[in-house]
């Protein structure tokens, strides 16, 4: 079965401080995307990376970077200097990869981010 | 370009009552996916439509059912509400055979059964 786990239910740091986010995912797939969403409080989930299963390079984007190890299965979410517009939940998700539909997402539980100023 | 957009906002039912969320995908988008947040919880997958039909569903009961429409937009049903139906109503929308690994999310309709 396929299952995602945030183990950190809430973080708190203060401006500009770094913050990682883990994940750590299970699937017996051999083929799998992984997602990071960005919740803020109007409930919307935001898109921040998909990666595929294929790609274990590290990706940068801005103050955000992803680490993704295959040997550990986690694919953890790091904020670079953290501002108070990063205050969110985030979420780590799970999915396989079909040949043409997209397939269901499996979240974990969210990790609630307080940065404060 | 407009994004997945959903109605109602807010919802407030009594528990027994019958409800019709509503979901139009993003443009040019033709799969339509439902999810339940519930309070402190991350989305779990109802159900997907794709060509009017659901193509996969979630380990939820029948009271929750749904429909595409050939404009691509969808309903949600859920009958005989129960307190636990409270929650977070997603709707994510994505393209068969394009890039559609992407799953694009509108705002929810939060319902509350009393």
């Known amino acids: 079965a396929q299952k995602v786990t945030q183990a950190q239910t809430e973080i708190s740091v203060v401006e500009k401080e770094d913050v990682t986010l883990d994940c750590v995912y299970e699937t017996r797939d051999t083929t799998y995307y992984l997602f990071w969403y960005k919740q803020p409080p109007s409930g919307e989930l935001v898109f921040l990376i998909r990666?595929?299963?294929?790609?274990?390079q590290n990706e940068i984007s801005g103050r955000y970077s992803w680490n993704f190890q295959k040997s550990t299965s986690s694919f953890n979410f790091t904020i670079t200097a953290s501002q108070v517009v990063d205050s969110a939940v985030y979420f780590c998700a799970l999915s396989e990869i079909r040949s043409y539909n997209t397939d269901k997402l499996i979240f974990g539980t969210g990790t609630r981010l307080q940065v404060f100023p | 370009d407009a994004g997945v957009t959903q109605s109602p906002t807010h919802l407030i039912k009594t528990r027994g009552q019958q409800v019709t969320l509503r979901c139009s995908p993003k443009?040019?988008?033709?799969?339509v996916s439902w999810y339940q947040q519930a309070l402190g919880q991350g989305p779990q997958f109802i159900f997907q439509?794709?060509?009017?039909?659901?193509?996969q569903r979630g380990n939820f009961p029948d009271r929750f059912s749904g429909h595409q429409f050939p404009n691509y937009s969808s309903e949600l049903n859920v009958n005989a509400l129960l307190l636990g139906d409270s929650a977070l109503y997603l709707c994510?929308?994505?393209?068969?055979?394009?890039?559609?690994?992407?799953?694009?999310f509108g705002p929810g309709t939060r319902l509350t059964v009393t």
């Open positions: 990666r595929n299963s294929f790609d274990e």
């Open positions: 443009s040019g988008h033709d799969t």
């Open positions: 439509y794709y060509e009017e039909e659901e193509r």
């Open positions: 994510a929308s994505s393209l068969y055979g394009g890039e559609g690994y992407e799953q694009y």
